[in-house]
T-cell receptor
């Protein structure tokens, strides 16, 4: 089986930095992805880590530690438009099925 | 280059009717995934298909639900004899053969069962 845990809600102010953590338990692991979803919208891909370390894409960075079964998404210079739900997702080998966590709802305040 | 196209965007059915949801993957993508999302919840994997093949249907309910991805035409998720608990957003995603780590999602089909 598999499970992913991430906080249900995070609140931060505009311009700040926020980190959303994700721990996972899975019988097979290929990589960890992050997706963003605004209310009423479709999930959109943000980042992917297959190896340990930090991946940076503009204001967003994602980190993975395979030995700790842990990753995080780091959002810098927060903007109001970053208010959304963020999902970590595990990609499993043998079919590349992607399993999503329950999501973290981020509220950005002025 | 159109993205993942889903239709209908909104569908209303009465209990006992059938719902058919369609998904056309991005051009060049041969892998299709269906997910279900209840309000305020995450995305629950349902089924993973390639052309004419069901690769993994471990998330599909055993009864009333079926999916196909024919050689020609869109992928179809079919729900027979719908019940109120089937009301949800159903998202389709696609990926290329070599890039299953990046899913491109459609806008979703929102099913309401009265």
């Amino acid at each position: 089986g598999q499970s992913l845990e991430q906080p249900s809600e995070v609140t931060a102010v505009e311009g700040a930095i926020v980190q959303i953590n994700c721990t996972y338990q899975t019988s097979g692991f290929y990589g960890l992805s992050w997706y963003q979803q605004h209310d009423g919208g479709a999930p959109t891909f943000l980042s992917y880590n297959a190896l340990d370390g930090l991946e940076e894409t503009g204001r967003f960075s994602s980190f993975l530690s395979r030995s700790d079964s842990y990753g995080y998404l780091l959002l810098q210079e927060l903007q109001m438009k970053d208010s959304a739900s963020y999902f970590c997702a595990v990609i499993r080998p043998g079919g590349f099925k992607t399993i999503f966590g329950a999501g973290t709802r981020l509220f950005v305040k002025a | 280059n159109a993205g993942v196209m889903q239709n209908p965007r909104h569908l209303v059915r009465r209990r006992g009717q059938e719902a058919r949801l369609r998904c056309s993957p991005m051009k060049g993508h041969s892998h299709v995934y269906w997910y279900r999302q209840l309000p305020e919840e995450g995305l629950k994997f349902m089924v993973y298909l390639q052309k004419e093949n069901i690769i993994d249907e471990s998330g599909m309910p055993k009864e009333r639900f079926s999916a196909e991805f024919p050689k020609e035409g869109p992928s179809i998720l079919r729900i027979q004899q719908v019940v109120r608990g089937d009301s949800a957003a159903y998202f389709c995603a696609s990926s290329p053969p070599s890039g299953a780590n990046v899913l491109t999602f459609g806008a979703g089909s929102r099913l309401t069962v009265l």
